[in-house]
């Protein structure tokens, strides 16, 4: 199993002055620690989940085109993209841009969007789930197209597009790898077995995790897809404080129903020190699962 760095606390110690420095030396520890990959959030204010929404948050894509330019090896995306944030011609060429000035490591996270407070905030329009669910499929169609020699116009119930030029095209070929984060069984795990190289499923249980693999497998036969191409991930919560033997033995479950990476998010105000501290110890122990 591999491990990557979600990077999501903007809290941090030293207040908004020490961000930047936060950001490239996180990176910069997590790619020398043997991470793979390295997301943060697309949100306008902080998950009140998490703590408060008035807490700091940075653009999710300006964070990671900033570390691209600080790093060299680990996979670049954000988990996930909002489909109502941005329009998708917008987005493909936002990705693409990572990906050429990465050298090839963007990666496209994407989802439904749920967070209403911060569209009505900011006057970001937020239909009902269906309508997203559309938006979702259509934005993927378009992005696919874009990063394809197709660029001639695209039609959909939400989105008209009279060209999909895109120059230049991605380095990754055939395009940055594709992640839909969610597990919505009838209609998100379906767009997964369409669109997606890698699915995004919580670690709520190893039970309800099995449950979603075996939707997503069936949703594959359904749509004529090799089960086997799309990668398995999760998320999960590390602090200094973490047990490791515990968090080790943990993964082990989900590895044994194949969730082949993990991304986590760090409980501390210095999340540089932590990779270096605790991720360190994780990596070698993660890849023996």
């Given at each position: 199993?591999?491990?990557?760095?979600?990077?999501?606390?903007?809290?941090?110690?030293?207040?908004?002055?020490?961000?930047?420095?936060?950001?490239?030396?996180?990176?910069?520890?997590?790619?020398?620690?043997?991470?793979?990959?390295?997301?943060?959030?697309?949100?306008?204010?902080?998950?009140?989940?998490?703590?408060?929404?008035?807490?700091?948050?940075?653009?999710?894509?300006?964070?990671?085109?900033?570390?691209?330019?600080?790093?060299?090896?680990?996979?670049?995306?954000?988990?996930?993209?909002?489909?109502?944030?941005?329009?998708?011609?917008?987005?493909?060429?936002?990705?693409?841009?990572?990906?050429?000035?990465?050298?090839?490591?963007?990666?496209?996270?994407?989802?439904?969007?749920?967070?209403?407070?911060?569209?009505?905030?900011?006057?970001?329009?937020?239909?009902?789930?269906?309508?997203?669910?559309?938006?979702?499929?259509?934005?993927?169609?378009?992005?696919?197209?874009?990063?394809?020699?197709?660029?001639?116009?695209?039609?959909?119930?939400?989105?008209?597009?009279?060209?999909?030029?895109?120059?230049?095209?991605?380095?990754?070929k055939p395009h940055p790898p594709i992640l839909i984060g969610g597990g919505g069984e009838r209609k998100l795990l379906r767009l997964v077995a369409k669109y997606a190289d890698m699915n995004n499923l919580f670690s709520t249980s190893p039970e309800e995790v099995r449950h979603k693999l075996d939707v997503l497998a069936r949703h594959c036969e359904e749509v004529g897809r090799d089960r086997a191409e799309i990668h398995n991930t999760t998320?999960?919560?590390?602090?200094?404080?973490?047990?490791?033997?515990?968090?080790?033995?943990?993964?082990?479950?989900?590895?044994?129903?194949?969730?082949?990476?993990?991304?986590?998010?760090?409980?501390?105000?210095?999340?540089?020190?932590?990779?270096?501290?605790?991720?360190?110890?994780?990596?070698?122990?993660?890849?023996?699962?």
């Amino acid at each position: 199993m591999d491990i990557g760095i979600h990077f999501m606390n903007f809290d941090l110690a030293g207040g908004p002055e020490r961000l930047r420095t936060h950001a490239r030396d996180t990176a910069q520890a997590a790619e020398a620690a043997g991470c793979t990959m390295f997301t943060c959030m697309d949100h306008y204010f902080q998950m009140e989940m998490f703590t408060r929404a008035e807490d700091p948050m940075l653009e999710g894509y300006t964070t990671l085109g900033y570390v691209a330019g600080l790093t060299e090896k680990m996979t670049l995306g954000l988990l996930v993209t909002g489909v109502s944030y941005r329009r998708p011609g917008l987005l493909a060429k936002i990705v693409t841009t990572l990906d050429v000035l990465s050298g090839g490591r963007a990666m496209l996270g994407i989802g439904a969007a749920w967070y209403e407070r911060e569209h009505v905030g900011l006057g970001v329009p937020f239909g009902p789930i269906a309508e997203r669910l559309e938006r979702l499929e259509e934005t993927l169609q378009i992005c696919l197209q874009m990063w394809s020699e197709n660029d001639g116009p695209y039609e959909g119930k939400h989105y008209q597009l009279a060209e999909t030029l895109n120059v230049p095209q991605a380095l990754t070929k055939p395009h940055p790898p594709i992640l839909i984060g969610g597990g919505g069984e009838r209609k998100l795990l379906r767009l997964v077995a369409k669109y997606a190289d890698m699915n995004n499923l919580f670690s709520t249980s190893p039970e309800e995790v099995r449950h979603k693999l075996d939707v997503l497998a069936r949703h594959c036969e359904e749509v004529g897809r090799d089960r086997a191409e799309i990668h398995n991930t999760t998320i999960a919560r590390v602090g200094p404080d973490t047990d490791l033997d515990d968090f080790v033995a943990t993964m082990k479950g989900y590895a044994a129903l194949g969730m082949e990476h993990v991304q986590v998010s760090l409980l501390t105000d210095e999340p540089a020190q932590c990779v270096e501290s605790t991720i360190a110890k994780l990596v070698p122990r993660l890849a023996e699962l």
